[in-house]
């Protein structure tokens, strides 16, 4: 089992910045890929931005240039850098990691999400 507990969210004004963080516990040796998803009301979640075992990323087109992924494994720890923020990017934010099993089956973790709320 994975453990995931983001934090890092809050209200900021447009054009503003925030780090969430997201520590991972349990069992982590075989994770292929984290990631960053966002749900905002009345919307499907999404696909922020993805890192996989061998550090390539991946983002939505709507954050490229604006946010970086990135993660310590020394510290169990995934990082989504949010710059130049905007009123359309509030949303509940939500760590993901993944791994596949026997028979390729994958087996998806979620962490509890952190509300992120941009200001106009």
């Known amino acids: 089992q994975v453990q995931l507990v983001e934090s890092g969210g809050g209200l900021v004004q447009a054009g503003g910045s925030l780090r969430l963080s997201c520590v991972s516990s349990?069992?982590?040796?075989?994770?292929?890929?984290m990631g960053w998803y966002r749900q905002a009301p009345g919307k499907e979640r999404e696909l922020v931005a993805r890192?996989?075992?061998?550090?390539?990323?991946t983002y939505a087109d709507s954050v490229k240039g604006r946010f970086t992924i990135s993660r310590d494994y020394a510290k169990n720890t995934l990082y989504l850098q949010m710059n130049s923020l905007k009123p359309e990017d509030t949303a509940v934010y939500y760590c993901?990691?993944?791994?596949?099993?026997?028979?390729?089956?994958?087996?998806?973790?979620w962490g509890q999400g952190t509300q992120v709320t941009v200001s106009s």
């Open positions: 349990g069992v982590l040796f075989n994770i292929n890929a």
């Open positions: 993901h990691a993944y791994r596949i099993g026997l028979g390729a089956r994958q087996y998806d973790y």
């Open positions: 890192i996989n075992n061998v550090g390539s990323t």
